[in-house]
């Protein structure tokens, strides 16, 4: 279950998974030991003691010939990054594995942030081990979205583990090294700062769309709604839909042909989306409407069919009655919230 909810976020120039040209790895970090961090802010009964940390797992599962150096890179007694440690352990390496993000007390229940950025001196601390030129490797322990917008610019691998439990430290090293292929989604919107906040994929739509914009950052989110990348790659092609108008009580097919084009069998979640282009009251931009997750082995297709009745389709109008109005809609069959295959069909009286 652990290994199933990892996102992968970022992997340039596929410096994951890690393979067996990486004779000495470094792990840093103030969580990558946090046995208490990985259980997250609803452990209810769990106990750290029986959780295994992200530095463990790693251990157990490298070759044995990798050296692992570990340092938290943090001094305990100022909650500040030891910036000079960190920095010399990591040249010694050829990839660093920097560990970050919330312990288990800075999400959940009455425990609000006001800025979602890395916590104090993380950011300083990820900073200077990126200075090194060493291929860093972040993992993101966390139990809200993060503002990630440095580290998505600068760091080349971006793994995002949340607080998956006591064998989170096997889940994430088996990602790590290629063990498993991730094939998380993301289950909300990552903006790229505190200031986007509320930023979410179904927002309703604006009579000025055109106008929609800050003046210091870019107006779409870091992350959308339903991204995850994986170790192969998936191609969306042959959208498909079996009528352009539906009634009342009637049901349409939308599909797709997804491709694994790359060379490691893996999983796609295929999301369907819709917008009602025009009701009585305003809709949302775009809705997800049904799912399905597939495995396929390298240079294998399959097409992917969502069956959409004109009940999905409806809403509650201005006197709070379920109603499914005429109109047309546009659909989206693709990999996350921000576009794909798309086409148009009408409801119509």
Excluded at 66 to 87: H, K, L, N, S, Y
Excluded at 93 to 98: D, F, L, Q, S
Excluded at 204 to 213: I, S
Aim: with cysteine.
């Amino acid at each position: 279950m652990a290994r199933e909810s990892i996102v992968l976020l970022k992997n340039e120039h596929n410096v994951l998974p890690l393979t067996s040209r990486v004779r000495k790895l470094a792990v840093v970090g103030p969580l990558a030991d946090d046995r208490a961090a990985v259980l997250g802010c609803w452990a209810g009964q769990g106990r750290s003691e029986d959780a295994v940390s992200i530095l463990q797992g790693i251990v157990a599962t490298a070759e044995p010939d990798v050296e692992i150096m570990f340092c938290r890179g943090w001094r305990e007694e100022t909650a500040e990054p030891d910036i000079a440690q960190a920095v010399d352990i990591v040249r010694q390496c050829e990839t660093a594995v920097v560990v970050l993000g919330e312990t288990a007390d800075m999400s959940g229940e009455n425990n609000s942030r006001t800025s979602i950025e890395l916590p104090s001196g993380q950011l300083e601390l990820l900073k200077a081990i990126h200075a090194t030129g060493v291929p860093v490797v972040l993992v993101l322990v966390n139990g809200q979205p993060l503002a990630l917008e440095w580290a998505d610019r600068h760091i080349p691998a971006i793994v995002e583990a949340w607080h998956l439990g006591t064998q989170a430290g096997m889940a994430v090293a088996d990602i790590l090294f290629g063990k498993h292929n991730p094939s998380g989604k993301l289950p909300i919107t990552f903006p790229r700062s505190t200031g986007q906040i509320p930023i979410y994929y179904s927002a309703k739509k604006t009579g000025r769309p055109g106008l929609k914009r800050y003046a210091d950052s870019e107006v779409e989110p870091l992350y959308p709604f339903g991204y995850g990348l994986s170790y192969t790659r998936f191609e969306y092609d042959r959208l498909s839909i079996s009528s352009t108008e539906i009634k009342a009580g009637d049901t349409i097919t939308v599909s797709a042909r997804i491709t694994n084009a790359g060379t490691m069998e893996g999983a796609e979640t295929v999301q369907l989306y819709i917008c009602d282009e025009a009701a009585s009251i305003t809709r949302p931009v775009k809705e997800l409407k049904g799912f399905a997750k597939i495995s396929l082995k390298p240079g294998e297709s399959h097409l992917v069919e969502f069956r959409l009745s004109a009940e999905q389709l409806g809403f509650f109008n201005a006197d709070g009655r379920y109603v499914v109005e005429p109109g047309r809609f546009t659909v989206w069959i693709g990999p996350d919230s921000r576009g794909g295959l798309c086409g148009t069909f009408s409801v119509i009286p």
